[in-house]
């Protein structure tokens, strides 16, 4: 199992906040993920890395920034949180190729 | 647009009996495939995979079966336990794209009855 922790675990904000959700890894993998999970969706991309300092949009980035200045962690920040931004947060890392992504225990975020 | 699709939302099988699990992918440049399984209030946990080149992949009682002309993969469980009750999500690959990036499938819930 690959050493992966998020925090918060939990969080209640209000909308216009600002939010970051912090990952640490301890398995020295190059690439790291954050995924959101809604009902219906299944767990969507929000941004990953390939390396420290080198990230890249996924599918729903929008309101989402990223940065990744050590292989161990990867911040995800909520510039201006909204409703539609309560949900389900799960960190991912992986060594890349033909590897599985491991996960995160995930976290709950909710937005008044 | 979703690339990846799991179009039964949930499962109901007698403990004992056989689970399967589908799911159906758009995208030809998918070659690596993948299932997890989630547990309320966890992560998703990596159960088994399939590369393009095989048909077939077994491990213990989960087998996935991946049938590329049709773009269809589907999961075995043999026998299902009260312990597999969770949700299971399809993942797809395109290993020669950037990121290593996984595509899910909205998953299925899976109820094992005593």
């Known amino acids: 199992d690959a050493g992966i922790t998020q925090s918060p675990r939990h969080k209640v904000t209000e909308t216009g906040t600002p939010v970051t959700l912090r990952c640490h890894q301890t398995?020295?993998?190059?690439?790291m993920y954050w995924y959101r999970q809604d009902p219906g969706h299944g767990l969507r991309l929000i941004h990953y890395?390939?390396?420290?300092?080198?990230?890249d949009k996924g599918e729903v980035s929008d309101g989402y920034s990223v940065s990744r200045s050590k292989t161990e962690d990867f911040l995800l920040t909520l510039e201006s949180a909204t409703s539609s931004q309560t949900s389900v947060y799960f960190c991912?890392?992986?060594?890349?190729?033909?590897?599985?992504?491991?996960f995160g225990p995930g976290t709950r975020l909710t937005v008044l | 647009d979703q690339q990846v699709k799991q179009n039964s939302p949930s499962l109901s099988v007698q403990e004992g009996r056989i689970s399967i699990l589908n799911c159906d992918y758009t995208?030809?440049?998918?070659?690596?495939f993948l299932w997890y399984k989630k547990y309320p209030a966890e992560g998703p946990t990596f159960l088994i995979s399939?590369?393009?080149?095989?048909d077939k992949n077994e491990d213990g009682r989960f087998t996935v079966f991946l049938n590329k002309s049709a773009k269809h993969l589907s999961l075995h469980i043999v026998p299902s336990q009260p312990g597999d009750s969770a949700v299971y999500f399809c993942?797809?690959?395109?290993?020669?794209?950037?990121?290593?990036?996984?595509?899910f499938g909205g998953g299925t819930r899976v109820l094992v009855k005593p």
């Open positions: 991912a890392t992986s060594g890349g190729g033909y590897n599985e992504q491991f």
């Open positions: 398995e020295n993998h190059r690439y």
């Open positions: 890395s390939y390396g420290v300092k080198d990230t």
């Open positions: 995208n030809s440049m998918f070659d690596y």
């Open positions: 399939i590369s393009s080149i095989k």
């Open positions: 993942a797809a690959s395109a290993t020669a794209a950037a990121g290593n990036k996984l595509t």
